[in-house]
């Protein structure tokens, strides 16, 4: 058998994960903020710093992180369970996603001492937040493009260019962005690198960004002439394409990857359960589950792969694609069920989630790597090309 | 390891070439005879009374290995009719043993099973009479052949005198354990399908190079890896308890994802195989074949996702995530 295919093994989360989730349960019955459930379906697009930080009180930002950083020192299975908690109640999570998810874990695994020091209290004390700047207005999917550039000189590096999409750049402290630092764009994976830069520094110009639904999530950010001191260095200079590689793993294979759409599941099931379900709608309801059951184990299985150290990154590419088709296909078929019958009433609540998630389910395989992008990956994978 | 061994002896005992005899109705006998004598037929029989006493854990990468094989003998079902008559009183006659979920019963009190899985070949079959456990003997019913081109399956009648008393009220396991086992050898067929298809698209050359080079037929086969990774997830579901028989929500959503799964898969596949993937001589219309039929029998995954529906509804507070959570860890032993 294709042996990419051998790393999905069904996996039974540990008992210490599933006794954390316990906990994770009764901290969000006392302080999760209660809203329609339109706002809860933005979950970890929705910005809250005052929920993050609660959390990070609570010791749960930088839940990976060793403790002598200030993390909670657990493991990914850990991880999976609050962030599986996380999204399934809607709450808003996007300050501190980022930073928790990747940038921790990756200065953690390439940062100096003095970084290390620096960011990571920081990170988990739900003081620094971060954005991931990779895409530019003419590198999108082709990354290895990308044209800002910095130059070495006079106390650090000069950098200049433009990054866009990028989510959350209008309320983050620190973006860690890749650029290029020698060569040229031709030079593909070549002569790229990773800076830490904080936004607050003079010359950079941060634009928010208004999205199809009214929501500003993600921003345009010019850089014109800022001076990056030599610590803003993350890992080795021209190491850039491998460390963001090493980020995809985190970034593709969690749950994060198919529960957009699980407020709407939730509020539909309820609907169904006060009026009554015809077969077609409990069958189209268990279709949703049956998908659902699969593609959780097939997270857990990459979790395993992550807590062993692994970076399942092609493996995640399986997951993301498969499980975006699935969190896509919720709004698109609820939305036809709720209007099949014009003569009945639609609940306002459930109507305004549908159509919100209709609107931004696109983004869903867009962000993270496009659809296209991780069939490639996949392809190969399979030993193709 | 054992999963090695057992793919090794289907390898030498279950070739293409087997598959079609037995279609052809040869060589059956002597097919079953072999894996009776490798002692397949007792990997669920207790080592007390010298089976192997697998759990379904152990048992499933045997089930998938059988789907990947096309084996055409009922062993699966075999396999579970012995472990469902632990505890009768009745012995497990010899010879083939099918499984069937459902059945009807006519107005003078026989009984019909429609299109039962291996009908052609079976000697006796469990059936399931709502929730009655029957052991029928297959040579006192009309056997009648569905019709369809090389297929095993059966509709067999039997007369009312033919038909007994219950062995049990278990006749609901029968139908879980029907259920499970085509999910596990769908899984099975359609990693083959899956493998076979590779590796075609690396071999076959048009507008110079192999058609695997061509992004359109990457993506193609990126998805049906997915769908094969998904199903075989599923599957394994079904059998990851430690209980004796596949539990009801975990056999659902197995055999609702797999059947799901099919139609995009053995679509996928013959698409990219062209014209030679249609033809008798070409090995992959005995798995997709066998897809297509698996996928309907015990139920399609309209009935096995109304099952998943309705278990969530009856749960008057709970979410999506916790009724995964919920049957995924109080199945995985
Ligand atoms: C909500 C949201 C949040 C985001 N957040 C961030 C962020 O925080 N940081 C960040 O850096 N980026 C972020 N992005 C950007 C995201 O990574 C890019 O949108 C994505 O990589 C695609 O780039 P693009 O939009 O320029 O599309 P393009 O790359 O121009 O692609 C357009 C289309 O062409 C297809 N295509 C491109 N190349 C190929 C090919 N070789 N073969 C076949 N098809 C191809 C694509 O699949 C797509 O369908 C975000 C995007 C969204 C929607």
């Given at each position: 058998?294709?042996?990419?295919?051998?790393?999905?093994?069904?996996?039974?989360?540990?008992?210490?994960?599933?006794?954390?989730?316990?906990?994770?349960?009764?901290?969000?019955?006392?302080?999760?903020?209660?809203?329609?459930?339109?706002?809860?379906?933005?979950?970890?697009?929705?910005?809250?710093?005052?929920?993050s930080?609660?959390l990070a009180?609570?010791?749960w930002v930088g839940l990976t992180l060793?403790?002598?950083?200030?993390g909670?020192?657990?493991?990914?299975?850990?991880r999976?369970?609050l962030v599986?908690?996380?999204?399934?109640?809607?709450?808003?999570v996007?300050?501190h996603w980022i930073a928790d998810r990747q940038s921790g874990p990756?200065?953690?695994?390439?940062?100096?001492?003095?970084?290390?020091?620096?960011?990571?209290?920081?990170i988990c004390?739900g003081?620094?937040?971060f954005?991931?700047?990779?895409?530019?207005?003419?590198?999108?999917?082709?990354?290895?493009?990308?044209?800002?550039?910095?130059?070495?000189?006079?106390?650090?590096?000069?950098?200049?260019?433009?990054?866009?999409?990028?989510?959350?750049?209008?309320?983050?402290?620190?973006?860690?962005?890749?650029?290029?630092?020698?060569?040229?764009?031709?030079?593909?994976?070549?002569?790229?690198?990773?800076?830490?830069?904080?936004?607050?520094?003079?010359?950079?110009?941060?634009?928010?960004?208004?999205?199809?639904?009214?929501?500003?999530?993600?921003?345009?950010?010019?850089?014109?002439?800022?001076?990056?001191?030599?610590?803003?260095?993350?890992?080795?200079?021209?190491?850039?394409?491998?460390?963001?590689?090493?980020?995809?793993?985190?970034?593709?294979?969690?749950?994060?990857?198919?529960?957009?759409?699980?407020?709407?599941?939730?509020?539909?099931?309820?609907?169904?359960?006060?009026?009554?379900?015809?077969?077609?709608?409990?069958?189209?309801?268990?279709?949703?589950?049956?998908?659902?059951?699969?593609?959780?184990?097939?997270?857990?299985?990459?979790?395993?792969?992550?807590?062993?150290?692994?970076?399942?990154?092609?493996?995640?590419?399986?997951?993301?694609?498969?499980?975006?088709?699935?969190?896509?296909?919720?709004?698109?078929?609820?939305?036809?069920?709720?209007?099949?019958?014009?003569?009945?009433?639609?609940?306002?609540?459930?109507?305004?989630?549908?159509?919100?998630?209709?609107?931004?389910?696109?983004?869903?395989?867009?962000?993270?790597?496009?659809?296209?992008?991780?069939?490639?990956?996949?392809?190969?994978?399979?030993?193709?090309? | 390891?054992?999963?090695?061994?057992?793919?090794?002896?289907?390898?030498?005992?279950?070739?293409?070439?087997?598959?079609?005899?037995?279609?052809?109705?040869?060589?059956?006998?002597?097919?079953?005879?072999?894996?009776?004598?490798?002692?397949?037929?007792?990997?669920?029989?207790?080592?007390?009374?010298?089976?192997?006493?697998?759990?379904?854990?152990?048992?499933?990468?045997?089930?998938?290995?059988?789907?990947?094989?096309?084996?055409?003998?009922?062993?699966?079902?075999?396999?579970?009719?012995?472990?469902?008559?632990?505890?009768?009183?009745?012995?497990?006659?010899?010879?083939?043993?099918?499984?069937?979920?459902?059945?009807?019963?006519?107005?003078?009190?026989?009984?019909?099973?429609?299109?039962?899985?291996?009908?052609?070949?079976?000697?006796?079959?469990?059936?399931?009479?709502?929730?009655?456990?029957?052991?029928?003997?297959?040579?006192?019913?009309?056997?009648?052949?569905?019709?369809?081109?090389?297929?095993?399956?059966?509709?067999?009648?039997?007369?009312?005198?033919?038909?007994?008393?219950?062995?049990?009220?278990?006749?609901?396991?029968?139908?879980?354990?029907?259920?499970?086992?085509?999910?596990?050898?769908?899984?099975?067929?359609?990693?083959?399908?899956?493998?076979?298809?590779?590796?075609?698209?690396?071999?076959?050359?048009?507008?110079?190079?192999?058609?695997?080079?061509?992004?359109?037929?990457?993506?193609?086969?990126?998805?049906?890896?997915?769908?094969?990774?998904?199903?075989?997830?599923?599957?394994?579901?079904?059998?990851?308890?430690?209980?004796?028989?596949?539990?009801?929500?975990?056999?659902?959503?197995?055999?609702?994802?797999?059947?799901?799964?099919?139609?995009?898969?053995?679509?996928?596949?013959?698409?990219?195989?062209?014209?030679?993937?249609?033809?008798?001589?070409?090995?992959?219309?005995?798995?997709?074949?066998?897809?297509?039929?698996?996928?309907?029998?015990?139920?399609?995954?309209?009935?096995?996702?109304?099952?998943?529906?309705?278990?969530?509804?009856?749960?008057?507070?709970?979410?999506?995530?916790?009724?995964?959570?919920?049957?995924?860890?109080?199945?995985?032993?």
């Amino acid at each position: 058998m294709s042996s990419l295919l051998d790393a999905f093994r069904l996996t039974a989360l540990p008992a210490h994960a599933e006794a954390f989730r316990a906990e994770v349960k009764r901290f969000l019955r006392d302080h999760l903020p209660t809203v329609s459930a339109d706002v809860r379906a933005r979950s970890w697009t929705g910005f809250d710093a005052a929920f993050s930080r609660k959390l990070a009180q609570r010791g749960w930002v930088g839940l990976t992180l060793p403790s002598a950083y200030g993390g909670a020192g657990l493991d990914a299975f850990s991880r999976f369970v609050l962030v599986e908690e996380l999204l399934a109640a809607g709450a808003p999570v996007a300050a501190h996603w980022i930073a928790d998810r990747q940038s921790g874990p990756l200065i953690l695994k390439f940062g100096s001492e003095a970084q290390k020091d620096f960011y990571l209290p920081r990170i988990c004390a739900g003081q620094a937040f971060f954005c991931i700047g990779m895409s530019e207005p003419n590198a999108g999917s082709d990354l290895a493009s990308v044209r800002s550039r910095a130059t070495p000189g006079e106390g650090g590096w000069r950098l200049n260019g433009r990054k866009i999409w990028t989510t959350n750049a209008h309320h983050a402290d620190y973006m860690i962005a890749l650029v290029r630092t020698s060569g040229a764009p031709e030079d593909r994976h070549h002569g790229l690198s990773q800076f830490i830069i904080d936004l607050k520094q003079p010359g950079i110009s941060v634009r928010p960004i208004l999205d199809l639904a009214g929501d500003a999530h993600f921003s345009e950010v010019a850089f014109d002439d800022v001076l990056l001191p030599h610590e803003a260095l993350v890992g080795e200079e021209g190491s850039g394409w491998k460390q963001v590689n090493a980020e995809l793993a985190f970034e593709r294979s969690g749950p994060e990857r198919f529960y957009s759409s699980v407020v709407l599941l939730d509020l539909w099931a309820d609907t169904l359960r006060r009026h009554g379900a015809s077969a077609a709608e409990t069958a189209l309801l268990g279709s949703f589950i049956s998908q659902l059951a699969s593609l959780r184990s097939l997270s857990v299985a990459l979790t395993a792969l992550l807590a062993r150290g692994e970076s399942p990154v092609v493996e995640a590419a399986l997951v993301k694609d498969i499980g975006t088709e699935f969190e896509q296909s919720i709004p698109a078929a609820i939305a036809a069920a709720i209007s099949a019958a014009p003569d009945t009433p639609i609940d306002d609540e459930l109507y305004r989630t549908v159509a919100y998630l209709n609107q931004v389910a696109p983004t869903f395989s867009l962000r993270g790597g496009t659809r296209e992008i991780l069939r490639g990956m996949i392809a190969r994978g399979l030993g193709l090309r | 390891m054992f999963t090695e061994a057992i793919e090794k002896i289907l390898a030498d005992l279950c070739t293409p070439a087997r598959v079609r005899a037995v279609e052809n109705g040869d060589g059956a006998l002597a097919l079953w005879r072999a894996l009776e004598d490798g002692g397949f037929l007792q990997l669920l029989t207790p080592e007390s009374q010298d089976g192997a006493g697998l759990s379904l854990a152990a048992l499933f990468p045997v089930l998938l290995a059988f789907g990947r094989h096309a084996l055409p003998v009922p062993a699966a079902q075999s396999i579970a009719a012995r472990a469902l008559m632990q505890g009768c009183s009745q012995q497990p006659p010899a010879g083939m043993l099918s499984l069937a979920g459902s059945s009807h019963s006519d107005a003078e009190g026989g009984v019909c099973v429609p299109r039962l899985a291996y009908g052609m070949l079976a000697g006796h079959v469990l059936v399931n009479r709502g929730g009655d456990l029957l052991l029928l003997d297959c040579s006192l019913a009309r056997r009648e052949p569905v019709g369809v081109h090389a297929s095993q399956c059966a509709t067999l009648y039997w007369p009312r005198d033919a038909v007994g008393t219950p062995l049990g009220s278990n006749g609901e396991a029968v139908r879980l354990f029907a259920a499970a086992i085509h999910a596990a050898s769908m899984a099975g067929a359609m990693e083959r399908v899956l493998d076979m298809t590779l590796a075609y698209c690396n071999d076959r050359i048009q507008f110079g190079k192999a058609i695997g080079k061509f992004q359109a037929v990457q993506h193609q086969l990126s998805v049906m890896a997915e769908q094969v990774a998904a199903s075989r997830m599923a599957a394994e579901l079904a059998f990851a308890s430690e209980q004796a028989v596949p539990a009801m929500i975990p056999v659902a959503i197995a055999k609702a994802r797999t059947s799901m799964a099919v139609p995009r898969v053995t679509a996928t596949a013959h698409a990219l195989f062209g014209a030679i993937g249609v033809t008798e001589e070409l090995d992959l219309q005995l798995f997709t074949r066998r897809l297509h039929e698996w996928r309907v029998s015990e139920g399609s995954e309209t009935w096995w996702n109304g099952q998943v529906g309705q278990a969530l509804l009856a749960q008057p507070h709970m979410t999506a995530c916790e009724f995964v959570r919920h049957v995924t860890e109080s199945t995985i032993a």
